[in-house]
């Protein structure tokens, strides 16, 4: 079909991917010199690392091209601001072609493809959202594990209880686990929900919980500030008034619940707010949290200020580095330190999860400084470029941010964002802090 609104065809996508041929040039050396057949998928992968990188990206959520812009100016767009898309590709067992009848529509594995090579090859690292419903679990699980087979690092599942969401029962969710499991065992996978308390209460998170790496709250503020949410807030036992509804105030209640659930959390900011005020308080209190990154929903309502903001707000990036030990798999650490082969790969642009060697350094995301035999700690948070007359200081044991600020005569504040820290309150023994 043709569309006058997508501005973008099939030729184009193609023409912007670069195809095998221009990845065979960046090719990374241990690869060519493994002796393993290189096949148009791991040259596919090589070109990803090369143009994207491993380190983390926040996130815009793009719903449909038609709706949210053309797909070359959002690439460049989100090239310019260092992040990532979260592309809509399926609305529970159909592909969103299905919905969106121009020809930049998703209608099928072969076009998501097209789309992970023309946004990774022009420096966007490609994700994949789609809303889960339960009716047809295994077919869902198939669609959605046919994306990430065409080449999403990450899948986000809607869930949620409104018309046109979720309508399965427990019993359909673990169906639709184990199997997307069964066909994806190392995919990064992430359950996004309405974290209003009595939504939570609504969908079957702990079954999607024990298949998924990560929870995405949706958190809406201008969407949930309404009188009548003010009400369910109070009823819900948590005190607060009308225009309190605040970024942090979701923030906070949401995960009085979600920290039952042991997964990390990939908060969803409200990209009709334009206030950036809003937006600081959302994005610090997610750090707050242990988020790494954010996302924003969607890139066709948000005020260009706000990609600015997240150009220019880091990913709070808590890892280890370890050494691969003789007789290390991937498999084997990820398992030593609680995470996945996916997480592993994406943070290491790992072109093939099956070749590393003795000595080789593996980054280990989402540690929290807490490692095992192997590894040493990486700091929280890269500090920022310290003037000529900075110096550093090793935390110590019993020391406080404030402690440290007031023996070195600066301001604790100053501290903060030398070392851009998200929580003054969380420091690591031995974290090195440059002293402005």
Known sequence: MQSRTGGLTRRRVIAGSGGAAAAALIAPRTLLASGQPITESLLRDA???????????HIAWVWQFRHDGDPVAIRDALKAHGLGIALKTHDGAQWMSRYDPTDTAVSGARRVQEYA?????????????????????????AIASDVLNAGARSLFLDLEAHAGFWVGTKRTAEQYGETLRRLQPSARLSTSIDPRPWEIDRIPLTEFASFTDEIAPQVYWDLFSSNANVKKYVTAGHAVAPGQV???????????????????VHPIGDGTSKAREAWVE????????????????????????????????????????????????????AALHNTTVGRLVEANGIANPNLIS????????????????????????????????SRSYRVQRGDTLSQIAARHGVTTAAVVRANRIANPNALLVGQVLVIP
């Open 117 to 141: 090579d023309f946004f990774e090859n022009g420096g966007v690292p490609f994700h994949a959202w789609a809303v889960t419903k339960g009716t047809n679990p295994t077919r869902e699980a």
């Open 358 to 389: 003795v000595g080789q350094s593996i980054i280990v995301p989402g540690t929290g400084g807490a490692v095992a035999s192997g590894a040493v700690a990486a700091p929280a948070a890269a500090p920022a470029a310290a003037p000529s007359s």
């Open 47 to 57: 070109s990803r690392s090369f143009a994207a990188g491993p380190a983390p990206r």
């Open 282 to 333: 959302f994005i610090d209190r997610s750090y707050v949290a242990e988020a790494e990154t954010v996302s924003l929903w969607r890139y066709g309502v948000a005020d260009r200020r706000i990609l600015e903001l997240l150009r220019d707000t880091p990913p709070r990036v808590t890892a280890a580095v370890y050494f691969v030990q003789p007789g290390d798999t991937l498999g084997r650490i």
């Open 246 to 264: 605040t970024p942090a105030f979701i923030v906070d209640t949401m995960m009085k619940r979600l920290t039952d659930f042991g997964r990390p």
